[in-house]
């Protein structure tokens, strides 16, 4: 993907490419909403607004370039996130001695 | 171990991985291994769906300066900002696929790419805007609802925001028939006629018969499609059979009449060596819609060339550098 600037008089023109999160309320986080192109972050941000606000769907966006993106590889899933398996004392259900003991 | 033999144990995986998902009816998102014949396919139907989009805007552009009132005006550019939105969206879409936004737009400039048939019917008489709005999206809704679940992750979240919006479309074209079916006789005649040249067409926007639909039997295997054609087609004639009959218009279809024993409206057969023309390119308007879409590229050239200077200047200027 190139910068602002690859251009033939506008005809064929080539924009990064931006990611778009909204915050729909105070108090939630940004969901990721699309995207979009745009030569810089301002005109980023006001054609986010444009295209993914339009029936007062939040109250801040986030624009954020694609390629600034680090994923992680799909391939590599089942190692990334290794199992919860056997780790059950990871949640509050797995301590039962509790159970009958009010407020706890 | 050679490279193709890599390759080959690659793809096995992958594709086991797929199937897995697909069975499980998850989500298949852009960096997951995929088959290429549900890239291409997936690309193909996006894009076509995005072209769709931009195209649609042409027939409402026609009557946005000649709209009854100025809340009608209002009303019709909402729904092409909608629709400029909507075809912005899938693009974004088919883009995760690896396949440039330019590209598409070349294929569609080219000729290359199809779009639905149903724009290339003229809209002569403000009615029209009641008929496509009612007929044309809620024909729309009824193929893009089940979309919503389609097994392509970024797909599936487009068209969550397409459905949303799209509905505002088909309520604003009914209500735009019931004023036209309240008003004098002129204008009941002129919601009629209207109603009589876009009901086949709309019916023929779910593409043609199962029997003829080549790829319809895999998109359903890989879960992007949910339904036939033919189902969908059923859903929204037995949809549309009773909202006629509120706005008080009469659907021309001589053969239209409740089965009992299905459950269902019957409905004739339709055209389809009319629906093979139009997308071969002679319908009404084909060559006009592209030609329009190829202008209003070149001639919006300086919108682009603008923002892209603005940016620069931006980045440029002293108070940025301060700041």
């Not at chain 2, 639905?116 to 009641?130: E, H, K, Q």
Request: hydrophobic share 40%; glycine share 8%; net charge negative.
């Amino acid at each position: 993907m190139t910068g602002p600037g690859a251009t033939d008089g506008g005809r064929r023109e080539t924009w990064p490419l931006w990611e778009v999160f909204v915050r729909s309320a105070r108090g939630l986080s940004h969901v990721h909403a699309g995207s979009l192109h745009a030569p810089d972050a301002q005109l980023a941000l006001h054609n986010a607004r444009d295209l993914y606000t339009r029936r007062g769907e939040g109250v801040s966006i986030w624009v954020v370039p694609s390629a600034a993106i680090a994923a992680s590889d799909p391939d590599a899933r089942g190692a990334f996130f290794e199992s919860p398996q056997g780790k059950d004392y990871r949640y509050p259900t797995a301590y039962t001695a509790s159970a009958d003991v009010p407020h706890l | 171990m050679s490279t193709a033999t890599i390759a080959r144990d690659i793809d096995a995986d992958g594709q086991a991985r797929f199937d897995e998902i697909i069975a499980a009816d998850d989500k298949i998102e852009p960096a997951d291994w995929m088959p290429d014949a549900y890239r291409r396919t997936l690309v193909r139907q996006i894009s076509q769906h995005a072209h769709s989009e931009i195209i649609g805007m042409q027939p409402e552009g026609n009557w946005i300066t000649r709209a009854p009132s100025l809340k009608r005006k209002a009303i019709l550019m909402a729904k092409v900002q909608d629709e400029a939105g909507h075809g912005l969206y899938l693009y974004s879409a088919a883009q995760t696929l690896g396949t440039a936004r330019e590209e598409m737009y070349e294929q569609l400039l080219t000729g290359k790419a199809k779009y639905s048939s149903i724009f290339n019917y003229l809209t002569p008489t403000w009615a029209d805007m009641g008929s496509i709005g009612w007929l044309v999206d809620g024909a729309a809704i009824c193929n893009q609802v089940p979309l919503c679940r389609a097994s392509y992750g970024p797909y599936a979240r487009a068209m969550i925001r397409i459905c949303k919006e799209e509905s505002f479309h088909q309520r604003q074209g009914f209500e735009v028939l019931l004023a036209l079916m309240n008003g004098t006789e002129a204008q009941r005649e002129m919601a009629q006629e209207s109603v009589d040249r876009w009901y086949a067409p709309a019916l023929m926007m779910f593409g043609p018969p199962d029997d003829a639909s080549p790829n319809s039997a895999q998109s359903m295997a890989w879960n992007i499609k949910r339904f036939s054609n033919d189902e969908l087609r059923q859903r929204f004639v037995d949809m549309i059979v009773p909202q006629a009959e509120i706005l008080g218009v009469t659907l021309p279809d001589p053969d239209l009449r409740w089965n009992d024993e299905r459950g269902h409206w019957d409905y004739g057969e339709l055209d389809w060596d009319e629906f093979r023309a139009v997308l071969a390119g002679r319908g009404q308007a084909n060559s006009i819609r592209i030609a329009k879409r190829r202008r209003a590229h070149e001639d919006g050239a300086w919108v682009r060339e603008a923002a892209r200077a603005y940016a620069a200047k931006r980045h440029s200027s002293p108070e940025e550098v301060a700041s």
